[in-house]
């Protein structure tokens, strides 16, 4: 099993940037691809990045790519997202994941954080 916290949320203004954070720890970290989602009100969850066990492959959802980045440091057992030129439309709360393979749905993933709130003022 792997547990996963989630933190660096918070309030940006429109066009700034945060990094998110997701610390793992339990089952070894590097054996797992790591996913971001995030879940605004009312609105399913919906995928936003991942990254394999070793960090060569990386996915992203078409409305962040080019705005967010993926990255992960096995040695920290920690998943980061960069996130560059946020729009109001990113506001949600954003989870970590943890998979055996690289997937867009939640339902590929078998752990989650408890999630951290981001949001975007306009």
């Known amino acids: 099993q792997v547990q996963l916290v989630e933190s660096g949320g918070g309030l940006v203004q429109a066009g700034g940037s945060l990094r998110l954070s997701c610390a793992a720890s339990g089952r070894t970290f590097s054996n797992y691809a790591m996913g971001w989602f995030r879940q605004a009100p009312g609105k399913e969850r919906e995928f936003v990045a991942a990254?394999?066990?070793?960090?060569?492959?990386?996915s992203y959802a078409d409305s962040v790519k080019g705005r967010f980045t993926i990255s992960r440091d096995n040695a920290k057992n920690t998943v980061y997202l960069q996130m560059n030129s946020l729009k109001p439309e990113d506001t949600a709360v954003y989870y970590c994941a943890a998979s055996f393979t690289i997937g867009v749905q939640p339902s590929e993933y078998d752990y989650w954080g408890q999630g951290t709130q981001v949001t975007v003022s306009s």
């Open positions: 990254i394999s066990w070793r960090g060569a492959r990386t």
